[in-house]
């Protein structure tokens, strides 16, 4: 069903980095797309926006300090769009006037955030079971930011029954650019994608949309743009395994062959994270902790046995971390990285093991 016509259409989006090729987008990930990541990705090939993790807004908060960075400190040549989430609506419009001081591209609404803690306090994805308060929240930001507003969506709370309104309310406050994870809140993270869900919001609303959820490679966000006709894709955990994958989703898009990755290559990228993620107080344990996080998704597509993962899991030093990955990467260094992860293979922990604590949206509980 196609809405009326709008009054005013969305505003233009800032030109992609091959103009007129579907878009690309790294997906917000808490702890993961701070600065120091957002680098790393530029290097292997930026996607066309970025968006920061989400700045929390209650009556205590300030804009947090390292997240402001990855806007402040942005040298990617990409846009950054800065992601909040909250419901009061005088601390979000304070937040808001902090943000815009900052050179952002735009303001981006967390809707779908699926922790406990998170949608208890009826922020994130809790605010799907109430539209109305969608409502009030989307008039105040679409009032306060003269430029790019967006939207990053679930497909619901526990069902699908407010999907269309909130659509609606894309349309009624006139948001730029809506990003659809094509799961409910309840679905978390590791479902079947509703892909269809994502082909109506295509067709409901009125400004571009970016699906988001599961996109493993770069033939799969050919696929899913064919299907769901969205602007683009949003990517999160494959683009922490595969860090090429904007350069090669590009590629994919303009019809040229896809570049392929070796495991020396993966070599080459575990050891540019852990210098760029390297921060002056941090032990060298928290540092190898940080990084087993990474290499969880990397290990994904190492080997089919998940080898690579059993050994890098048990490392507790820099120098056994590292040596582990020349055993597995190095051995045969030409040997390719697979574009998909190899089935079965997990990474762990587990956020959907009863026993795994889910107090936020992080690695320490996300899985894919
Ligand atoms: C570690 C982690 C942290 C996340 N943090 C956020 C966040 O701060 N804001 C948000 O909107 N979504 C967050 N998400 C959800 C992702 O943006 C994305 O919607 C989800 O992972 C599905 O996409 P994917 O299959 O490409 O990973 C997070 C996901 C992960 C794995």
């Known amino acids: 069903m196609k809405p009326d016509p ?3 259409p969305a505003q233009p989006l800032p030109p992609g980095v091959v103009p007129g090729l579907p878009l690309t987008a790294l997906a917000p990930m808490q702890d993961v797309t701070d600065l120091a990541f957002m680098r790393v990705i530029a ?6 926006f970025f968006f920061t ?3 929390r807004v209650h009556p205590q908060s300030t804009p947090e300090k390292h997240i402001l960075r990855s806007i402040d400190e942005n040298s990617t040549g990409r846009p950054v769009f800065a992601q909040l989430i909250g419901e009061d ?3 979000l419009a304070r937040t808001v006037r902090e ?3 900052h050179p952002v591209a735009g303001i981006d609404l967390n809707l779908g955030c699926p922790a406990p803690k998170v949608y ?5 994805g809790g605010l799907l079971r109430e539209p109305e308060r ?6 105040l930001l679409r009032d306060l930011v003269p430029g790019l507003l967006t939207v990053k969506m679930r497909i619901g709370f526990e069902d699908q029954r407010h999907f269309l309104r909130v659509l609606e309310l894309v349309n009624e406050h006139r948001v730029d650019l809506l990003s659809v994870h094509g799961r409910t809140v309840k679905e978390m993270y590791r479902s079947e994608v509703h892909y269809d869900a994502i082909a109506a919001a295509v067709r409901h609303v009125r400004c571009p949309v970016l699906a988001n959820g599961n996109i493993v490679s770069a033939a799969r966000a050919a696929d899913v743009l064919a299907t769901t006709r969205a602007a683009g894709v949003m990517i999160g955990r494959h683009a922490i395994r595969n860090p090429w994958i904007f350069r090669q989703c590009r590629e994919q898009f303009a019809g040229q062959p896809v570049s392929r990755v070796t495991l020396a290559g993966v070599r080459e990228y575990v050891g540019r994270l852990y210098r760029e993620t390297t921060a002056p107080g941090l032990a060298e344990r928290l540092h190898v902790n940080k990084m087993k996080k990474y290499l969880n998704f990397v290990g994904q597509s190492v080997d089919p046995a998940g080898a690579f993962l059993h050994d890098m899991r048990r490392t507790e030093t820099e120098a056994a971390l590292f040596a582990v990955c020349d055993r597995h990467l190095l051995a045969e260094p030409d040997r390719e990285f697979a574009p998909a992860p190899f089935p079965g293979v997990v990474a762990r922990p587990n956020c959907e093991t009863p026993s795994a604590p889910s107090d936020g949206c992080s690695l320490e509980t996300i899985t894919a």
Not at 43 to 48: C, S, W
Not at 134 to 139: E, F, G, T, V, Y
């Open 6 to 8: 709008a009054p005013a």
């Open 43 to 48: 290097h292997y090939g930026a996607p066309d």
């Open 53 to 55: 993790e989400f700045f």
């Open 89 to 91: 609506l005088g601390h």
């Open 99 to 101: 943000l815009l001081r």
């Open 120 to 124: 208890k306090k009826n922020v994130g």
């Open 134 to 139: 969608i409502d009030d929240i989307l008039r």
